[in-house]
């Protein structure tokens, strides 16, 4: 279902409960699907609307907003491990997918409800990328595999560390290439936002204007 229809504000209601999560019953990510119709600068800004209306969601909820910790564009055909990304102990990544040929899977772990089921040492032993055995994750693992190649794509998730007590609970996430193809390009939008009580506004501004104004793809 597409996503174009919708407004910014609706949409960030419709996933904050599921990615803002403060037990195991909720996923912790959604996708959304926004069709073909867009430019990568008018992608990038349903990017950032959405941001401030999470963090509007955020002050409501946690009486905190959500800050920048990064934002970037790359073309990335690399796999990666189970992990969360570097940043605040409570932060949420974005990742916009760009239109591209390049087959790819993004693989998410519910790693709090798998250390609920394992007596929760994995949470006393939580390290950000995940070193044990992967096939024990497989049981709270969700495989997003239907982007439409034609179209933009956004997942946000939890991207929380195990740091106790925890405001929202956060996943593990990966990315697997299905054939690499160094001919064509996968853009990746990626943001990261850290849930926090301080006024960074003047600071986000910056970063956000630097972010829909580049030409840059980093590699």
């Keep these: 279902m597409e996503n174009t229809d919708v407004s910014i504000e609706k949409l960030a209601q419709q996933c904050f409960h599921a990615v803002f999560k403060t037990d195991t019953d909720k996923p912790g990510f959604h996708h959304f699907y926004f069709g073909k119709n867009n430019t990568p600068l008018e992608f ?8 401030k209306e999470l963090s509007l969601l955020s002050e409501t909820h946690f009486s905190k907003k959500l800050s920048y910790h990064w934002l970037v564009r790359f073309d990335q055909q690399v796999n990666t491990p189970f992990h ?18 390049v087959e790819s899977e993004l693989h998410i772990a519910d790693y709090h409800a798998f250390a609920k089921a394992n007596d929760h040492e994995h949470i006393v032993n939580f390290t950000p ?3 044990e055995d992967e ?3 497989a049981p709270f693992t969700t495989k997003l595999k239907s982007f439409n190649k034609e179209a933009y794509h ?9 740091t106790l007590p925890a405001a929202t609970l956060g996943v593990y996430h990966k990315a697997v290439i299905v054939k690499q193809d160094f001919s064509k390009s996968r853009v ?17 501004r910056q970063m956000e204007e630097k972010y829909l104004n580049t030409t840059t793809i980093s590699t």
């Design 188 to 204: 990746v939008n990626s943001m990261v936002l850290n849930m926090t009580s301080e006024d960074r506004s003047f600071k986000d």
């Design 44 to 51: 990038r800004t349903i990017m950032t609307t959405l941001k």
């Design 129 to 131: 990328v995940f070193k």
């Design 135 to 137: 096939s024990l994750l």
């Design 84 to 101: 969360v990304d570097n940043a605040g102990d409570q932060s949420f990544l974005l990742l916009g997918y760009e239109p591209s040929e």
């Design 154 to 162: 956004i997942v946000i998730m939890n991207n929380s560390n195990a």
